[in-house]
Each structure stands twice: as C-alpha cells, then as structure tokens.
Nanobody
Framework: QVQLVESGGGLVQAGGSLRLSCAAS????????LNWYRQAPGKQRELVAT???????NYAESVKGRFIISRDNSENTVYLQMNSLKPGDTAVYYC?????????????????WGQGTQVTVSS
C-alpha cells in the first residue's frame, strides 16, 4: 500500500506565505503525477496544482503566479509553496499521488490521498 502524509498547514495573515509538504511511502515503483487539491467549506474539491514525473507543472488560474509546486523524486515528496495568500485561499489542502507500486513481478496502479491539512488566511 501507499501512504501520503502531509504537513505545513496553519494560520497566516493575508499576504503571507506557507509551504506544504506531502511525503509518499510504500513499495513505490513510480509516481507519475503529484497533485494538490483544496476544499473550502461548502464548496467542491478543486485542483490547485499538478506536476508530472518530468517536472512539468500546471496551476489553477486562481493561484497562478502565487503558488509553486515542486517535487523531490529521491524523497517521493511534493511541495506547495504558497505566497501572497488571500482569505479566499482558506481551505483544507489535500495531496494526491498517482502511480504504481508493488514488487517487481507484479505492480499495481494507485491513486491515493493525504489526510488533508488546514490552511487559514486571515484578513
């Protein structure tokens, strides 16, 4: 099985910065895509940023120019650097990993989620 553990959330004033981390563990063979989602109260979960195995990143329009997603393949970790935070960024942030795991003779696909971390931006 594959587990994702997030850290780095908290309370920050508008204009401030936070850095989220998400570490994957297990019998990983590859992690093709690492993604950050968020869900605000009363709203649907939305994709914030994604990065593929080659390092290509894409962002939601609402965070372009403010958030940076990166990954450390040697540590199976993805980061989300969040700058110029706004009250509208307040949400629970979830990481998601898509890839393959298992022994060499048999691999399985997975799409797993972290437990979520609260980000609160005060005005």
């Amino acid at each position: 099985q594959v587990q994702l553990v997030e850290s780095g959330g908290g309370l920050v004033q508008a204009g401030g910065s936070l850095r989220l981390s998400c570490a994957a563990s297990g019998r990983l063979r590859s992690i093709n895509s690492l993604n950050w989602y968020r869900q605000a109260p009363g709203k649907q979960r939305e994709l914030v940023a994604t990065i593929n195995i080659g390092g290509r990143a894409n962002y939601a329009e609402s965070v372009k120019g403010r958030f940076i997603i990166s990954r450390d393949n040697s540590e199976n970790t993805v980061y989300l650097q969040m700058n110029s935070l706004k009250p509208g960024d307040t949400a629970v942030y979830y990481c998601n990993a898509v890839g393959a795991y298992g022994p060499v003779e048999r691999t399985y696909e997975f799409s797993n989620w972290g437990q979520g971390t609260q980000v609160t931006v005060s005005s």
